[in-house]
């Protein structure tokens, strides 16, 4: 692996299902997060985990969970799936130990394509 | 509210220069990036910039004024590679990226 990986490449769910987003870095960044992507619209956080153990909520976070049981995973879990959450959902890590004066920058993965009917 | 604002799209003819522009209100300022996002792809980092003035990246630059509330990123000897969608996104004083609707930049022969 290098970078990050995220799986599905792409789904086609029901309403109702229950489905998890997985996401995984090797490059040992403390931080992750979830976005979602959306025509016409800026990317928006979902949720994000600053250090294995902890998560907070982003700008969009109804309807979708996730956990941080290690550095390396942060899956995004939809429990009942609705139309509205049809989108291209990425993954994306960063190195915050480089402190609050750096960059900082956050290295995206290849991204989920979710489509709910 | 925060706000980032670019143009939706632009074109340009190959070899030639273009500056995008972005605009933002934010709660808070600690640091600008740009993104480039290939249709169907992931974004990419391009630049950062927190301090006024301009960074140059070989093709690329990037410049912030922060009592203006501006950023541009200016494309030198476009190439049709070049054709994307760039994204400005602002570090908030939660430390959380805002990010713009981005810009898709069309390069025409």
């Known amino acids: 692996i290098a970078g990050i990986t995220q799986a599905p490449t792409s789904q086609i769910l029901a309403a109702g299902r229950r489905m998890t987003l997985r996401c995984t870095q090797d490059m040992r960044h403390n931080a992750m997060y979830w976005y979602r992507q959306d025509l016409g619209l800026g990317l928006r956080l979902i949720h994000y985990s600053n250090t294995a153990g902890t998560t907070g909520k982003g700008e969009v976070p109804d309807g979708y969970s996730v956990s941080r049981a290690n550095t390396d995973d942060f899956p995004l879990t939809l429990a009942s799936a609705v139309p509205s959450q049809t989108s291209v959902y990425f993954c994306a890590s960063s190195d915050s130990s480089s402190g609050q004066g750096g960059a900082d920058t956050q290295y995206f993965g290849p991204g989920t394509r979710l489509t709910v009917l | 509210g925060q706000n980032i604002d670019q143009p939706t799209e632009m074109t340009a003819t190959e070899g030639a220069i273009v500056q995008i522009n972005c605009t933002y209100q934010?709660?808070?300022?600690?640091?600008l990036f740009w993104y480039q996002q290939h249709a169907g792809e992931a974004p990419t980092f391009l630049s950062y910039?927190?301090l006024d003035g301009l960074e140059e990246k070989g093709r690329f630059s990037s410049f912030l004024s922060r009592s203006k509330g501006y950023s541009y990123l200016l494309l030198k000897e476009l190439q049709m590679k070049d054709s994307a969608s760039y994204l400005c996104?602002?570090?908030?004083?939660?430390?959380?990226?805002?990010w713009g609707a981005g810009t898709k930049l069309i390069i025409k022969p």
């Open positions: 996104a602002v570090r908030d004083s939660n430390y959380q990226l805002i």
């Open positions: 910039n927190v």
């Open positions: 934010t709660s808070g300022f600690n640091g």
